[in-house]
């Protein structure tokens, strides 16, 4: 156990949001949630962020927080892990914790990526995979490479294009109850069955968005009513032909391992989850991978509707990446976000009575992986 806990939690609306910078949205977020856990005293801050220097031209974010907060001489820190930049600053705000050095942390994530074209925030998004390969001189993309691992999986199992088709319904209605998501807007399965092609089999509706947007928690060793009981991190294949499985993402799995070993606790006993559905590929394979229903069967979970809100897993309640929208540096802070409102029961889609839940959240296409447990106590 970790012995930290969260005392405040603060989020932007997400999407496409012109009238703001990426200052404005991270300094936002920050302020809600220093207001949120009281105003106190902050010892650390950690940003989790990806393209900032690439497409917006800004680095040294943690020390504009501190700064523009009025937050004193405290140390700050940039994060990037790629899509797992989030969760990986989190990670860091509970080690610096654990180690004796902080009291209490300010951990935020920011991105800015609607102002750019999308040929520059796919340029800067590759840089999240090995480019020195083979594989990226072929012309490998994120939705190439999991548009290939749908279409083994149809190839292995009875899953169709409408399992995947399912998944992004249910993270659209789950984002339509959501005010800070980025789709409102609801959706139909023949509109998600019939949208523009990506890559075969991955269409428009199978693939999170650009998107606007900051997330930001505050961490402390004073007690509170919610416990991180688990944080872990791990390191997986960078490059599609080092896969020894291409239905396997090791990082997922391993991650999720550590967690349950460090929270003394399985599977069965998590209420509520936020996942890295990138694609919806990517949340099939992920219910797999953390031990919610049997490899290969993840498909048949979801055709019975065992994840949405009104069953026994319920994933991205939020809207996940796929409606809430992937503001990449802050996607890993803003599950954080939808848990702890989900274990205080004032939720979008409140489950009933949750006590444990679980947030992952990964970079590259399995090249990190961070799992956070939470308690309610």
Known sequence: MTKTYIHGIGMTKFGSLPDFSMKDLLLKACSEALKDAGRPKIDAVFVGNFLGGSISN???????VANDLGLGYVPSTKVEGACASGGIALRQGILGILSGEYETVLVAGVEKMKHATTADVTQGINAAMDTITNEK???????GFFGVLANRYFYETGATKEHLA?????????????PLAQFPKPTTLEEIMNARMITDPLGLFDCS?????AAAVVISRKKSPIHILASSQVSGPTKMQDTKNLLSIPAIGESGRIAYEKA????????????????????????????????LEGWK??????????????????GGLLSRGHPIGATGIAQIY?????????A???????????AQNLGGTGSYSTVHILERV
């Open 301 to 318: 979970a979801v055709e019975e509707g065992r994840t949405k809100v009104t069953g026994d897993k319920p994933v991205n309640t939020s």
């Open 58 to 64: 800004q680095e040294i974010l943690g020390a504009i």
């Open 348 to 358: 979008a889609n409140q489950v009933k009575e949750p006590r444990i839940a679980l």
């Open 166 to 178: 399912r998944v992004a319904l249910k993270n659209r209605e789950n984002g339509v109850n959501n």
């Open 338 to 346: 939808q848990l702890v409102r989900q274990l205080r029961g004032n």
């Open 137 to 143: 001189s072929a012309g490998l993309t994120f939705p």
């Open 209 to 213: 968005p650009m998107t606007d947007g």
């Open 264 to 295: 003394g606790l399985g599977p069965k006993d998590i209420d509520v989850v936020e996942i890295h559905d990138c694609f919806s590929m990517t949340e099939i394979i992920a219910i797999e991978e953390l031990g919610f229903f049997p490899k």
